[in-house]
């Protein structure tokens, strides 16, 4: 009985070991804009800016959510569903609604 915990506890350990955090970065084409997000480290970046080092950012297992801030005075909200795979950008003039292509790992 020993020796079988023993044995599950190696092969537990060698499965942690095996894991990257890169494993769970994702990659998505949105009509010609670039995102990245990694839900193990909370990472999100559009357009080669990251997001998650923002305030306001926000992630669950559904939305990525944080704002772009353009200039002082206006930002863009982004949400990308994980799910619909669909990036908005919302700012106070429009909104913008794009499907999402997930890129295969290089």
């Known amino acids: 009985m020993k020796s079988l915990a023993r044995t599950a506890l190696c092969i537990a350990t060698l499965i942690l070991i095996g894991c990257s955090s890169q494993d769970f970065e994702k990659e998505f084409d949105c009509n010609g804009t670039k995102i990245k997000f990694n839900d193990y480290e909370r990472f999100f970046e559009v357009a080669g800016v990251e997001l998650s080092a923002n305030k306001d950012?926000?992630?669950?297992?559904?939305?990525?959510f944080g704002k772009h801030e353009e200039n002082g005075d206006e930002a863009t909200i982004v949400t990308f569903n994980k799910i619909n795979h669909e990036l908005e950008l919302k700012n106070s003039t429009e909104i913008i609604n794009t499907k999402c292509i997930e890129l295969e790992k290089k």
Do not use: L, R, S
């Open 57 to 64: 950012f926000f992630m669950n297992q559904i939305t990525v």
